[in-house]
């Protein structure tokens, strides 16, 4: 199934006999884009920005938003195993994987199990190590709204997204996206000690993007990417949080466009 709107359309495929809403937009060479452990909440301007120079699909994860929830899913790794099949069922070439948050944990164990259809890595702010300063902010300990407000520099920056208070179908699709997050995150929570073994592995040129001024994950993290892949570069934004691609999505989108050069 496939609707449209002005700038985007939205397509529903199955994978392993599930379905898996898929947004796309724009025209160019292939990038696909991984939403947080909050979830996807619709085309916003960082998707705009990049289908300006990329055919750009954003799914929602197996397990979140519009996608229905595979039930045996247990950890990251089955949700890059199902998110290459999507890569599959698109027949997408010289991609450039593009993951935030819990979606850049994903795109680096996809990358490490297949990269034959990868042409450019972009992590974003990325969970999936084990920080070597500090700790991952544990959503499931917070308020949920309190942990989303932890992903911008500040509260004011928050409220140009999301308003004062979220309104019910965003807290709702919070609600549904940490219980999934729970089901393939939680023990240890948000980093697998079988992924920093295999980056060495990944050849694709990598970009990792971070705020500075991430309150989730730490920005020690992303050091230890680029120590870990083969071919890394580090680009930080200054003052912006881990949500950086959306306070931030003229500069993020500029500096995946010139890391892909497209």
């Not at 079988?194 to 040129?205: K, N």
Request: charged residues 20%; glycine residues 10%.
């Amino acid at each position: 199934m496939t609707t449209a709107t002005a700038t985007h359309t939205e397509q529903t495929i199955q994978v392993a006999g599930k379905n898996v809403r898929l947004l796309q937009g724009g025209t160019g060479p292939a990038a696909v884009f991984l939403h947080h452990s909050t979830g996807n909440p619709g085309w916003m301007p960082i998707f705009e920005q990049l289908a300006a120079k990329f055919s750009l699909t954003v799914p929602d994860l197996p397990g979140y938003g519009q996608s229905e929830r595979p039930e045996w899913a247990r950890d990251a790794r089955d949700i890059a195993t199902l998110t290459n099949r999507i890569l599959d069922r698109l027949d997408l070439q010289n991609v450039t994987l593009i993951g935030a948050g819990l979606g850049g944990f994903i795109a680096a164990e996809m990358a490490a199990a297949n990269q034959s259809r990868l042409s450019k890595l972009v992590l974003i702010g990325a969970a999936g190590l084990q920080p070597a300063e500090g700790e991952i902010a544990d959503q499931m300990l917070v308020d949920f709204e309190e942990y989303v407000k932890a992903g911008f520099r500040d509260d004011a920056t928050y409220e140009t997204i999301f308003g004062h208070t979220a309104d019910d179908a965003i807290k709702s699709l919070w609600d549904f996206s940490r219980e999934m997050t729970a089901r393939i995150t939680w023990k240890p929570y948000m980093f697998s000690r079988r992924l920093a073994p295999v980056l060495g592995e990944i050849e694709v040129p990598a970009l990792i993007i971070w705020g500075g001024n991430d309150r989730v994950v730490p920005i020690a993290c992303a050091q230890q990417y680029a120590n870990g892949l083969a071919n890394a570069k580090v680009e930080t934004i200054a003052g912006a949080g881990h949500l950086v691609e959306l306070e931030e999505p003229e500069k993020v989108a500029s500096l995946i466009v010139a890391h892909a050069g497209a």
